[in-house]
């Protein structure tokens, strides 16, 4: 984990810290996903990148990974509990961004 200096401000955005971790957040907000689909909702990641920091995300203790024991396995990520309290802090930063820099959200809520 990053260096936090005891302030868990700094703790969190350190979790959320990564190109692609927020927007992975973000999909599995919606429900579970396999790692194709992240992949395919992820334009311009490459597998290496995305497997790496599901694993980081995995390791904070924000998102679960359960593969089933078929051929190829079948592994799908959905976000723990911990995680499912990142996501109105998420809606929170959009609406701000949203607001602030007048950019309309492309995945919201209903």
């Known amino acids: 984990m990053k260096p936090h200096h005891g302030c868990p401000v700094q703790a969190t955005i350190n979790v959320m810290s990564g ?3 927020v927007q992975i957040l973000w999909h599995l907000s919606f429900g579970p996903k396999r790692f194709a689909k992240l992949r395919s909702l992820l334009p311009g990641v490459s597998e290496k990148v995305l497997a790496d920091q599901l694993r980081q995300l995995e390791t904070d203790g924000v998102l679960r990974r359960e593969a089933s024991p078929s051929v190829p396995p ?5 976000l723990s509990a911990s ?8 809606e929170d930063l959009c609406a701000w ?3 602030h820099f007048g950019i309309q959200p492309t995945l919201g809520r209903s």
């Open 97 to 99: 961004g949203s607001k």
């Open 83 to 90: 995680g499912k309290k990142l996501v109105p802090m998420m």
């Open 19 to 21: 190109k692609w971790k």
């Open 74 to 78: 079948k592994v799908t990520y959905s």
